[in-house]
């Protein structure tokens, strides 16, 4: 698990507190669930280019779809899954799901033709598929019966359901929903309102520690619970009550009376956001009871085959920044646990029980490349698909998603450094790919290659791995401009996945460096905590080795480097103008700048102070201040664009106001963008907007592409 990756990914614990959804972090946005029309491309609706473009333009974005969420009938003979296709009519992703034959590979369209559909899922006997649907207004909960292609609109919920989890015998479907209430009330406006008057709007009151979410804006008040309702239609009955939030996924026992699900009940849940326990639910009497009591989090807990055993992650905490999330197995009953994967030295995720119960099958991480592992319950691993992909489209994540047949065919979304993910089959040792998204653009495109390069660290001689994104056509000796861009997290890690902001950066002529510093996920657990309690630290070195590394390949030009990177990436731009002035210029994204104000006015409060800097600002302010990139801006020489969205509340943007306000002080070229209506995980959820930010970006670097020397008589603003 990432376990405070909050640059990117939200953490388990903390999203199932505020009511999210728990399946993937690429869950589908609601805005991009309630699209009215099919997705339009913008070949579809004609251009004014010329000639045929061959290098990747912004317009291209609105023709690039990307496959998710696949899932294969408990029979293997059909995949499931999310088509997500960018819409230009409404400059949104709208979300589809299509069901793929296996034998014959022929595809056809389910839902969300007219509206989004998500969260597909397969009834015990394959034979219906329940999904989410916003087909006519909200999301609601369908089921499709296969054998006739029929649909039927199960629910008329006030807000959408998630972790859809059908009942052993395929009479019932349990989900989560969040139920409202009305929230806190102080005092109240004069009761003397004429009729027909427009007063202002009534007070707003917040009352919880984390108030607002990034991509959900100010948090609703009410409780994400445990629904059930009959899986042919009928009035849906609440099982959960009380203030806490019970979050999925969901899983039943064999014998269709209990339900397992991952909560914090504590009455501290949310100052401890980490926290959270497998807890069993007594469909029939409500009782419920936790399964796991350690300090740490717990949950996805999967019933065994023969319904004897749980399975389920989570780990110890300690109070670090990044822990390794382990597999766990125990009786039914709560007794009996044990860790599978201890002594290995990988993160496990999105888990599910061979049929034979004698394995659970998860996905890792290994060096930025995401893999399938069958680990059996002696603690043997055994790698059974690779290639994983499916972070998101603009920059090169680590991601993807997967689920097993019965037979124990493995479907999953896979994908290259050239190619977004497509819906894949693994069987009998070989692999199938069943879609071509983009085969339209694929065949005329010209891509840039991707190449591994590493670098040992000149800080201490640790390997450090990254990925060079070469312009196309490039030609081998040739010293092109050179863009590092960092990931963020900064607990995740980039891979050879495709790219848009990579694409468009090389189709403009520069190669991009993709690194893995110390931090980044899949390299061990010592590795990512090298830079607990030190962050931003020695990851300043691993960056300028590995830049060190392109230029002795001979690719980089040495008098020409620049410097971008998002969130993590945006704190590590920051840091680098603060210490160098070898790049060129520089576009810090939604960074944090000041760890004081980010630490009390960000989504993660909870999580800032005590975990990444191991107290809170008023206890060592010193300590805040020495890891602000605002603490280096008095060295600042380097035109830095600030770029963030304005509704952006993971990295608020009152953080990149300060460093554009310092930087304007100071004397520095600079320049604020702000996304409209961009959340901190949303910035490049819209098309055109994704496509904007990187031509901003491009023409920022070609403006001071020959350098800025501040003038001799500009001594007072310095």
């Known amino acids: 698990m990432r376990k405070l990756a909050l640059f990117g990914a939200s953490l388990l614990a903390l999203t199932s507190q505020l009511g999210l959804a728990q399946e993937e972090a690429a869950t589908p946005a609601p805005a991009a669930e309630t699209s009215a029309a099919a997705p339009t491309s913008a070949s579809a609706v004609g251009s004014a280019r010329k000639g045929p473009e061959r290098r990747l333009t912004g317009a291209d974005l609105f023709d690039l779809s990307i496959a998710s969420d696949p899932q294969i009938s408990p029979d293997g003979r059909h995949i499931a899954y999310v088509r997500r296709s960018n819409d230009i009519m409404s400059d949104r992703a709208v979300s589809s799901i299509w069901l793929i034959d296996t034998a014959t590979g022929e595809e056809t369209p389910v839902a969300g033709r007219s509206g989004g559909a998500f969260s597909p899922r397969w009834s015990p006997d394959g034979k219906r598929l329940a999904f989410a649907s916003a087909e006519g207004g909200s999301a609601q909960l369908w089921v499709r019966w296969m054998n006739s292609g029929e649909a039927v609109r199960l629910t008329g919920l006030p807000t959408s ?32 309102k004429p009729e027909g008057a427009k007063w202002a709007e009534p007070l707003e009151i917040r009352d919880l520690l984390t108030y607002r979410v990034d991509g959900q804006g100010y948090v609703e008040p009410g409780f994400e619970k445990i629904f059930l309702v009959p899986a042919t239609g009928g009035s849906p009955r609440q099982l959960t009550f009380g203030p806490y939030h019970d979050g999925g996924p969901l899983s039943w026992s064999r014998d269709g009376r209990t339900l397992y699900f991952t909560a914090n009940r504590k009455p501290n849940w949310e100052n401890d956001p ?15 009871t936790a399964l796991t009591d350690r300090n740490g989090p717990d949950g996805n807990p999967i019933v065994s085959p023969d ?22 197995v125990m009786n039914r009953d709560g007794t009996g646990k044990r860790s599978i994967t201890g002594k290995w030295d990988y993160g496990v995720d999105g888990i599910q029980w061979a049929a034979d119960g004698r394995a659970v099958y998860a996905q890792y991480d290994d060096h930025g490349e995401p893999k399938v592992a069958r680990i059996g319950l002696d603690g043997s691993v055994r790698d059974v698909a690779k290639g994983l992909s499916g972070g998101g489209l603009d920059r090169p994540y680590s991601g993807g998603s997967f689920t097993v047949s019965d037979g124990g065919a ?12 497509e819906v894949q089959l693994a069987r009998g040792g070989s692999t199938r790919i ?9 065949e005329v495109k010209s891509l840039g290659e991707v190449r591994k390069i590493t670098v040992a660290s000149s800080h201490d001689g640790k390997t450090i791995e990254g990925w060079l994104t070469l312009p196309p056509g490039y030609v081998q000796g040739k010293k092109v401009p050179l863009i590092l861009e960092i990931h963020g997290g900064p607990f995740t890690a980039y891979g050879p996945h495709f790219s848009t902001d990579n694409q468009l950066y090389a189709a403009g002529g520069y190669a991009v460096l993709s690194a893995n510093p110390r931090g980044s996920t899949s390299y061990g657990e010592a590795f990512a905590n090298e830079i607990d309690k030190a962050y931003p630290g020695n990851d300043y070195f691993d960056l300028i080795s590995i830049v060190d590394r392109a230029i002795e390949l001979g690719v980089a030009d040495p008098d020409a480097l620049f410097v971008t990177g998002g969130s993590g990436g945006g704190v590590l731009t920051s840091w680098i103008v603060g210490k160098t002035n070898r790049f060129k210029a520089a576009v810090t994204q939604k960074p944090v700048i000041n760890w004081t104000t980010q630490a009390l006015t960000a989504d993660g409060a909870a999580l800032f102070g005590p975990y990444w800097l191991g107290a809170q600002p008023w206890e060592k302010p010193e300590l805040f201040w020495s890891r602000s990139p605002l603490s280096l801006v008095g060295n600042v020489e380097t035109p830095t664009l600030v770029i963030v969205g304005s509704e952006d509340y993971r990295t608020p943007a009152s953080e990149s106001e300060q460093y554009y306000t310092a930087l304007r002080l100071r004397g520095v070229p600079t320049a604020l963008i702000k996304v409209p209506g961009a959340s901190h995980g949303g910035i490049a959820a819209r098309p055109s907007q994704s496509a904007a930010k990187a031509s901003a970006i491009l023409a920022w670097f070609e403006k001071y592409k020959k350098g800025w020397t501040r003038p001799a008589s500009d001594t007072a603003a310095k």
């Open 161 to 192: 359901p998630s972790s859809l989890a059908w009942s052993p015998d395929g009479r019932s479907i349990a989900y989560t929903m969040l139920v409202k209430d009305e929230g806190p009330k102080f005092g109240s406006a004069p009761a003397n």
């Open 307 to 328: 319904g004897s055993k749980i399975a389920y992650v989570g780990f110890d905490d300690a109070g670090r920044a990044y822990e390794n999330t382990e597999l766990y």
């Open 410 to 421: 493995i479907a999953f979304t896979g994908g290259t450094a050239t190619r977004p993910a």
């Open 274 to 288: 980490v926290e959270s326990e497998v807890y069993a639910l007594d469909v029939a009497g409500g009782q419920v």
């Open 434 to 442: 069943f879609t071509d998204l983009n085969r339209s653009l694929r």
